[in-house]
Nanobody, 126 residues
C-alpha cells in the first residue's frame, strides 16, 4: 500500500518547538518533491514549506520563514519539518504531500496530488 504517514504533532506552548515527520511506505521518495500544508479551523488549506526531490531547493511561506526548516533523509524515506518559535497562528492540521518531480522546483502548490498523508494536529496554546 502506497501511503504517507505524518507524526510528531501535539500541544505546545507559544515559543515552543515541534518536529513533524512524513514517512513514505510502499514507494521511495527519491524522485518526489514533498510539500507540507496546514489547515487551520475555518480556513482553507495552505502550503507551508516544500523541498525538491534532491533537497537542493526549498521554499517557505513568508509567515514561517526563519522559524521552520524542512529537510529530507532519503535513506530513511522521510521528510521532516522542524518548527520553532511556534505561535497560536500555527495551529492546525499539518499534512504532507508528494508529487513525482525528479527535477525542478517544489512549487507551485497546485502540483501536489499524487499522495497525501492523513494529517497530524498541531496546537499552540498556553
Amino acid at each position: 500500500q502506497l501511503q504517507l504517514v505524518e507524526s510528531g504533532g501535539g500541544l505546545v506552548q507559544p515559543g515552543g518547538s515541534l518536529r513533524l515527520s512524513c514517512a513514505a511506505s510502499g514507494f521511495t521518495l527519491d524522485y518526489y518533491a514533498i510539500g507540507w500544508f496546514r489547515q487551520a479551523p475555518g480556513k482553507e488549506r495552505e502550503g507551508v514549506s516544500c523541498t525538491s526531490s534532491s533537497g537542493g531547493s526549498t521554499y517557505y511561506v513568508s509567515s514561517v520563514k526563519g522559524r521552520f526548516t524542512i529537510s529530507r533523509d532519503n535513506a530513511k524515506n522521510t521528510v521532516y519539518l522542524q518548527m520553532n518559535s511556534l505561535n497560536p497562528e500555527d495551529t492546525g492540521v499539518y499534512y504532507c504531500a508528494a508529487v513525482k518531480r525528479p527535477w525542478g522546483l517544489c512549487v507551485p502548490w497546485s502540483i501536489y496530488g499524487d499522495y497525501w498523508g492523513q494529517g497530524t494536529q498541531v496546537t499552540v496554546s498556553s
